[in-house]
Structures are given as C-alpha cells and as structure tokens.
C-alpha cells in the first residue's frame, strides 16, 4: 500500500507543479462556461415568465393578481390551469403561481391562504418571488382586514388596527413554495447549467488524456523500465497511477462545481447522485485515455488523436449546444457517446430533482463504456 500511495502523490505533485495545469483544469472551463452560458443565453436580464392560475374568480384574488403585476419584476400571464401546467413542462415559463378556490374567504376569517408557486429546482429566483408573493399578501391582508374591523367599529383607532395587523402577519407566510421534483416533462437544464456540467466533463476529460499519457511517456523516456526493475510490482504501479488521475479528476470536478455554483448559480442537485455519476464519468474517462493510449506510439500521438475525439464528441454529445436543436438521426448516434450520458445524469438531478436512483442507469452505461475500454487498453498497451 505504501507503493501504491507513494506513486499516487508523485503523479498528483507532477501534475499540479505545472502552472499550465491551472489554466486547463480551472480558468478555460469557466471562461468557457461564462461566454457559452452567460453572454449567448440571453437569460440573465429577463424578467422570469410567471404564469397565473387564479382558482378563486373573486375580488381579492384579482387584487392580489395586479399588486404582483405593479411590482414589475415578473412578465405574468393569465392561464387556466391546464394551460399553466402544459406550458411549465414545455419550459416556456418558469414557474407559476396557483390562487386556490375560497382564497377570498380565507382572507376575510383572517386563515392562511391558499396560494402556491410551483417552479423547476433550477430556477435560482425563488426565494425572490416567494418574498414578492408574500410582501403582496400582506398588504392585501391588512387592507382587507382593517376594512373589516373599521367597518365593525371595534372602538380601535384606524392607526391601532393596521398597526396590530401588520404586526401579526409580517411573522407569518402564506406562501406554500413548491420545488418540483423528478419530474420526467423536465427533460433539458437552463442553458447556464447545460453548459458548466459540458465543459466541465469537456476539460475533464482533456486533463485525464494527458494524465493518462504518462504511461507512454514513462516508456518512452524509460522511467517504466527502471520502475519495473524496483519490488513494485507492475499491479502495484497501475493501481497507484490509476488512483492518481481518479483523484485528479474528482479535484477538478469538485473545483468546478464549487464555483459555478456560487458565481454562476448552477443547481447541481442531490450531492450523493452527484457522487456516482462523477465517478462514472472519471472511470469513463481513464479507460477513454488508455484506449487511445493503446493504439498509439507516443503522447505527443494520443494528444493529437485524443483531443479530436473528444471535440467532436463533445459537440455530438450536447457539450457546446443543446441536442434538440440537432436532426434526429444525431440525436440517437449521440447516445453512443459518453458525454450524453453524463449531461443526461446532470439533466436528472440538476434539472429533474432526481436522486441517485435517478442516475443509476447513465452510471451503468458510463461504466460499461468503461469496462470495454479498460479491456481493450490494457490488452493494447504495452510496458515491456
């Protein structure tokens, strides 16, 4: 074991001792990131597209309907509730907003209301709206309510009445707020999210081809001959080479997703989901690199071979635009790729609100994909 780890923190102290390293791991996915997601998408300025299903037909519901419209903040629309919801799975708006029946009556006996926003996990301005909702409510609340008591005559003053009603609602919400969750009609992330998690396993892959590459590097230059001459057996070298770029790749995922998260708002989802499929995806990875590996001569050769590949089958797989927009017959050739599976796993929990359930069928494809291309590279490659 002291063999294996001693390999492992060699390959990993090569790796990040290179300043160029830094650059290719971290600074280009988020460039990349920041230009594909944020300057093309169009999303960040737009207001968020809220739909209304207004359940209640009354009074109060109306008002609470234009006290959101004056807020300016959202592009709302009137739906019924079929509409609504037919237009949320096709994502043509981002959420809506459902004012149940007898909404008005609950009002007036001074109950909480029924009125519930539904949106995708995904959508970051939630809490936003939820807040605007509420802010409304309140204020419809004391309107009514005042108006009630005044109208009674409790013997309270105007000011006394409003005061005490303000008081009392401010501490609570009645605001139910719905986070939709696996839901199969969700089937594509938000442009932002799409393209952090394909450049992502874009760079990630570059890195584990070039990590991958010291094993013809090692034979070109001879260190594998003097390391088999050691007591380190050739499974121990594997083992600790093997571990090395799997721990590089995770560094570099947990890096990635850690920033995009905080500067780009990127919702990845269930952290357990995200787990396996990561490690899917870095096993896919490695056993991509030492396929290659296997049917060349040199690292300069697998570099050349190795990033045309994986260029154009990230662009195949959905990397730098969405698959919907290619013709069908792309569409299915994708699927033999292993950069549709990863985005697909990221689709189930970012997008869907899956769990690791919801990610075991990308994973076993990922780790079949694996499993033919470790067999072929190894068989391939030789070290003697």
């Not at 650059?23 to 920041?34: C, R, S, V, Y």
């Not at 396996?276 to 290659?292: A, D, K, N, P, R």
Request: charged share 15%.
């Amino acid at each position: 074991m002291r063999r294996i780890s001693a390999i492992m923190i060699f390959e990993l102290k090569r790796m990040f001792q290179k300043p160029q390293s830094y650059l290719l791991m971290f600074g280009m996915p988020i460039l990349f990131t920041f230009i594909f997601g944020a300057l093309f998408s169009g999303e960040t300025e737009a207001k968020p597209s809220i739909a209304v299903v207004d359940g209640d037909q009354s009074t109060l519901s109306r008002a609470l309907i234009n006290e959101l419209k004056s807020k300016d903040i959202l592009d709302m629309s009137i739906e019924n509730a079929s509409d609504a919801s037919a237009k949320f799975e096709d994502q043509k708006v981002t959420g809506y907003i459902r004012i149940d029946e007898e909404f008005e009556k609950q009002v007036l006996e001074n109950e909480i209301p029924k009125v519930i926003f539904i949106h995708s996990p995904s959508f970051d301005g939630a809490q936003m709206i939820e807040q605007v909702i509420n802010d409304s409510m309140i204020k419809l609340k004391i309107i009514a309510t005042a108006s009630s008591a005044y109208e009674d005559i409790t013997g309270d003053s105007w000011q006394g009445v409003q005061d005490k009603i303000t008081s009392e609602l401010a501490t609570s919400s009645g605001i139910k707020n719905v986070a939709v969750t696996k839901s199969q009609e969700l089937t594509t992330m938000n442009n932002m999210t799409a393209r952090s998690a394909g450049f992502t396993i874009m760079f990630v892959m570059i890195t584990m081809l070039i990590s991958t590459g010291v094993f013809l590097e090692a034979r070109q230059t001879g260190v594998w001959y003097r390391l088999m001459s050691t007591p380190t057996s050739k499974k121990e070298l594997l083992i600790g080479y093997l571990l090395a770029f799997f721990l590089i790749g995770w560094i570099q995922f947990g890096v990635l997703m850690t920033v995009s998260k905080f500067v780009f708002h990127v919702n990845w989802g269930n952290l357990l989901g995200n787990i396996v499929l990561v490690s899917s995806l870095l096993l896919c990875t490695i056993g991509l690199g030492l396929f290659i590996a296997g049917f060349v001569k040199t690292s300069e050769q697998q570099s050349v071979f190795g990033n045309l590949f994986i260029v154009s089958t990230c662009m195949l797989g959905g990397v730098y635009w969405p698959l919907e927009i290619m013709p069908n017959v792309m569409q299915q050739i994708a699927k033999f790729v292993p950069q549709y599976w990863g985005l697909e796993g990221f689709a189930e929990l970012s997008a869907r609100g899956g769990t690791v359930v919801d990610v075991l069928a990308p994973s076993g494809v990922l780790l079949a994909i694996t499993f033919v291309f470790l067999i072929v590279g190894m068989n391939k490659i030789r070290f003697e």
